[in-house]
């Protein structure tokens, strides 16, 4: 099974940018679609992109034109680039296979902080 590993969190000022990374232990390609979700404290894990095999990026409106998904297959890497981040951005940054967490299938990684703060 080919796991999923968050990394590139950080604390910026808002306005800042950030660029996450979400590495697979196999080919990135072997998911029909990698998505990016977060949970900020006292909250609700939410859903913020998703990246099709076809390439196909959709986001939730909280992020668009903000936030930038995209792949690099020869790394098997899924990255989220956050620009003009807002305190309200804070939260654990976690990668998934969207499918999976429609179904309640499967676990979650460690994910990766992002903490937006003056």
């Known amino acids: 099974q080919v796991q999923l590993v968050e990394s590139g969190g950080g604390s910026v000022q808002p306005g800042g940018s950030l660029r996450l990374s979400c590495a697979a232990s196999?080919?990135?390609?072997?998911?029909?679609?990698i998505g990016w979700f977060r949970q900020a404290p006292g909250k609700e894990r939410e859903w913020v992109a998703t990246?099709?095999?076809?390439?196909?990026?959709t986001y939730a409106d909280s992020v668009k034109g903000r936030f930038t998904i995209s792949r690099e297959n020869a790394k098997n890497t899924v990255y989220l680039q956050l620009n003009s981040l807002k305190p309200e951005d804070t939260a654990v940054y976690y990668c998934n296979d969207p499918s999976l967490v429609l179904l309640g299938k499967g676990g979650w990684g460690q994910g990766t902080q992002v903490t937006v703060s003056s």
């Open positions: 990246l099709s095999r076809t390439g196909t990026t």
């Open positions: 196999g080919s990135i390609l072997s998911f029909g679609a």
